[in-house]
């Protein structure tokens, strides 16, 4: 009766290594090709084999002698190897318990000869061996052995450089689609303010107000950079580096604080949150009055269940024109106020504004997907 190898005791985690470097299955590639033609030229051999483990099946990534790109587990020699230690030498298969039922061992033209070093993971499971075989029995000196290991190890710096490409592939086209959905949101904002600019001819508000929407979706960018994540914006980040931002642009004698909780939204979501601070700070400089004392704005992001609550606070006299507040001030229809109307509105969401003696207060929520 054959003896077939026992499962690794760590199976699972030993798999998902392994599919986690999107190789099975893939067409020859030259790197492999020359690692198993030199490991079979130092080591005299004619078969060598890059070899990884799968749950049913061994496949090979190269191979030289073999002629083949898979077999059934059944009459794999590796399955047995990655139990053991990281190198492996069976001089005569026929005299190894693991081999000599082995029906591809068995008859005297069969393999005879096995060496072996694993391949392992960057967690350090084995996920399969770069090998050599030969047709007789044989062995290996040392010198042959350590150059086998050597290029074991060559075979995982490939794997990984392979996935790290293919990983930086995927970032590429994740920011490429940032930056199309960013230029987007940019081109819309300028045909309303060329729209604005020439009902009213403040061609000069114009400008700064897109300099503003330019500087928000800036600010999303250079956070997703500085993340450690590759996806989304975390607030918590965001919002006090885009307060930081805003206090070097400002006048003196105004501050600029700013808090949030952990929460990781969209791109065009954080462009959102930092247009309506923007927009903010510009008006109370614009409107208040703020050389009569220190003036201080305040940012501030919560979440009430799926909604994303900006509240924004300064201590300058009633100084701007609102939106919509039932028997409030007269309601404000400029580019900037019309800019955020609309984006907020992009989220099902709503501004409320209020002012008085004390300063003035927005607050803007947004519904997250």
Not at 53 to 60: C, G, L, P, V, Y
Not at 311 to 316: A, D, Q, R, S, Y
Request: hydrophobic share 40%; charged share 25%; glycine share 6%.
């Amino acid at each position: 009766m054959h003896m077939e190898a026992l499962k690794h005791p760590r199976q699972q985690e030993r798999l998902a290594a392994l599919h986690s470097y999107d190789i099975l299955d893939t067409p020859r590639e030259v790197d492999f090709d020359d690692i198993v033609e030199l490991a079979a030229k130092i080591c005299g051999t004619p078969i060598s084999v890059v070899n990884l483990i799968d749950a049913e099946r061994q496949w090979f990534k190269a191979e030289v002698g073999l002629g083949a790109r898979e077999t059934p587990l059944e009459t794999s020699i590796c399955s047995h190897v990655i139990l053991d230690e990281d190198f492996t030498h069976i001089e005569d298969t026929h005299s190894d318990p693991r081999t000599a039922d082995n029906e591809l061992c068995i008859p005297n033209n069969g393999l005879r000869f096995y060496a072996g070093a694993l391949i392992k993971a960057e967690n350090g499971l084995p996920i399969g061996t770069l090998c050599v075989l030969d047709t007789k029995p044989n062995s290996l000196n040392e010198d042959q052995k350590q150059a086998l290991k050597v290029l074991a190890r060559r075979v995982t710096r490939e794997l990984d450089l392979r996935r790290s490409l293919h990983a930086q592939n995927i970032l590429r086209d994740e920011m490429d689609h940032r930056i199309k959905n960013s230029l987007s949101s940019i081109a819309s904002a300028i045909g309303l303010y060329k729209s604005e600019a020439r009902k009213t001819g403040e061609v000069d508000a114009a400008f700064d107000a897109l300099r503003r929407q330019l500087d928000a979706v800036a600010a999303v960018h250079r956070s997703i950079y500085l993340s450690k994540e590759e996806t989304g914006v975390d607030l918590k980040d965001y919002i006090p580096m885009l307060a930081d931002n805003l206090e070097t642009s400002l006048p003196p004698s105004v501050t600029v604080s700013a808090n949030a909780v952990t929460c990781r939204v969209s791109p065009k979501i954080a462009s959102t949150v930092g247009l309506i601070a923007n927009e903010f700070a510009a008006n109370t400089v614009k409107h208040g009055n703020i050389t009569a004392g220190n003036s201080e704005i305040s940012f501030d992001v919560a979440l009430n269940g799926k909604a994303l609550v900006l509240t924004c606070k300064n201590n300058v006299a009633e100084q701007m024109r609102v939106e919509t507040v039932p028997g409030g001030p007269k309601p404000s229809h400029g580019i900037g106020a019309r800019l955020i109307k609309a984006s907020v509105a992009q989220f099902g969401g709503h501004i409320e504004q209020t002012g008085s003696a004390k300063g003035f207060e927005l607050v803007a929520t947004l519904f997250l997907p």
